[in-house]
């Protein structure tokens, strides 16, 4: 049918309904292109990592600002595991090799899960150097197949100079390494070019 035969309301109205057209069929494609995932699993399962990892692969890694909101996370990561590693040590009934450490141990026991800044996490460091250096943690930490404990620790232990640095910003690897709880529902999305 011929524009030129429609009055000018029916002529209108076959432009909006090819306008629509247009837009369901590029809705549709859009649509059909669409992946969604629901990620079920237990506490501890890697979900949330596993979500890091689509981000940082399909190019939307973390800016600046992102990344440093990992910081306090981390930083509490590593002494959240540091007491976990205390209290094994004592109901693995293994001592300490170093007297000393109980000492500064009793100083990372009073750690209470508060948000760190880089300051505070730097006035345990030294506790935590020395415990970990300790032959009995050594031993503990040998046998974390017997109780639960970040993976990521020793990760982190290695890189503590480089995390007490006042203008330390999280790598890809730290993000992927720190270990938030995630308690809600989340939705991510994320484009993709498939080549």
């Known amino acids: ?4 035969c429609l009055a000018a309301d029916q002529a209108d109205a076959v432009r909006i309904s090819k306008r629509i ?3 369901l069929r590029s809705e549709r494609d859009h649509y059909r292109k669409l992946v969604k995932i629901l990620l079920l699993g237990a506490g501890e399962s890697g979900k949330s990592t596993f979500l890091r990892q689509i981000r940082i692969i399909h190019g939307e890694d973390f800016d600046e600002a992102a990344r440093l909101d990992f910081v306090p996370i981390i ?3 590593v002494l959240k595991w540091m007491k976990v590693l205390l ?3 004592r109901r693995l009934s293994i001592p300490w090799s170093n007297p000393n450490s109980e000492k500064r141990a009793s100083s ?6 508060e948000q760190l800044d880089t300051q505070t996490f730097v006035d345990y460091v030294g506790a935590v150097k020395q415990i970990w250096n300790d032959g009995g943690i050594q031993q503990t930490f040998a046998r974390r197949s017997e109780y639960q404990i970040g993976d990521s620790l020793e990760y982190f232990i290695a890189r503590l100079d480089k995390m007490t640095q006042p203008d ?4 890809r690897q730290d993000i992927l390494r720190s270990r938030k709880a995630t308690r809600e529902v989340s939705t991510h999305k994320m484009v993709s070019v498939l080549r």
């Open 1 to 4: 049918m011929a524009m030129c």
């Open 21 to 23: 057209d247009r837009q």
């Open 75 to 77: 930083y509490g990561n």
């Open 87 to 89: 209290e094994a040590r």
């Open 108 to 113: 990372l026991q009073r750690y209470n899960n």
């Open 168 to 171: 330390y910003v999280p790598n």
